[in-house]
């Protein structure tokens, strides 16, 4: 393993390596690092408070080092080419961490040393869905038949993309599971996307607009996104929103999640709810990241 561009690029070994790494380091426990003393560079293009804190304190707490790019203050002011800046800056960082709103970015640059995709416009992003899922398996078994909700932008979210890819390799590695999923959305962000992200079972309506079609689906896992606005060219005003009220509605078991940041979709009468589980898939991403950044440097 020496790159983490998309979950496609993880076998179930790898998953598993990652989340017991992180299980370790959340219980409090250090990994040797056999006095290695890597540079880490972190290059975003794009705005970020979770992500590039969480790696930022993920590096710190394995005692490493870090260079931030900036990119006001960068020769891209000059004419220089995305490839050189990125090829610079490859020589003086041991790891590369890289969001950025081009979603084929990985496909135009050539990169030199291990890098770790923290996010590529729509399309994915792999550490936020190792998170997700080790804030999942708190709760839930995987090998279970789960029912799994998601809320919001379906096609632009970059999250969902890469939470269903995740899923998708246990659905179909647990030979006796079939999760379920249903999608509450909208009907322009619905549409066929999903026929390229999803080829397991939809309950019951595609193009459902209507939270009270949860009620009936009872599922184990809520999933919410905002409107990624900033994708779009036209204005969309969500107004599906999940209060407390109807959050009680669910099963007691059942969870809320949300990659954050969030706008409406979630009022804050949810945030004490025991169900909500959002701000602890933000402690979890400073694990998870950990264990990636530990198994591209050193595991392998």
Do not use: W
Request: with cysteine.
């Amino acid at each position: 393993m020496n790159k983490l561009i998309s979950i496609d690029d993880l076998t179930i070994d790898q998953i598993n390596d990652i989340v017991k790494i992180a299980k370790i380091y959340k219980d409090g426990k250090l990994i040797p690092t056999f006095n290695l003393n890597p540079v880490i560079g972190i290059m975003f293009f794009e705005p970020s408070t979770r992500t590039n804190y969480s790696f930022q304190t993920a590096i710190h707490k394995l005692g490493f080092k870090f260079i931030e790019y900036n990119h006001d203050n960068s020769s891209s002011k000059k004419g220089e080419s995305l490839q050189d800046t990125i090829s610079t800056f490859e020589c003086y960082c041991d790891l590369i961490i890289i969001r950025h709103p081009d979603k084929n970015i990985f496909n135009d640059i050539v990169f030199s040393k291990p890098v770790i995709n923290a996010g590529n416009g729509p399309e994915e992003h792999p550490t936020q869905a190792l998170l997700d899922l080790f804030t999942i398996l708190d709760s839930k078994d995987l090998s279970d038949n789960l029912k799994i909700s998601f809320v919001g932008d379906i096609i632009c979210s970059r999250t969902i993309h890469s939470l269903i890819k995740l899923l998708e390799k246990y659905n179909n590695h647990y030979t006796d599971t079939n999760y379920t999923y249903n999608f509450v959305g909208y009907t322009e962000l619905l549409d066929k996307h999903l026929e390229k992200i999803l080829n397991t079972k939809i309950y019951p309506d595609i193009r459902s607009h209507d939270l009270n079609n949860l009620i009936e689906f009872q599922p184990d896992i809520i999933y919410t996104t905002r409107i990624q606005k900033e994708r779009r060219h036209f204005n969309q005003h969500t107004n599906i929103i999940i209060d407390n009220d109807f959050l009680d509605k669910m099963p007691e078991d059942t969870i809320l999640m949300h990659p954050l940041p969030r706008n409406n979709e979630i009022h804050t009468s949810c945030d004490k709810n025991p169900r909500s589980v959002y701000y602890e898939q933000m402690k979890n991403g400073v694990y998870i990241r950990m264990a990636i950044i530990y198994k591209l440097l050193i595991m392998d």
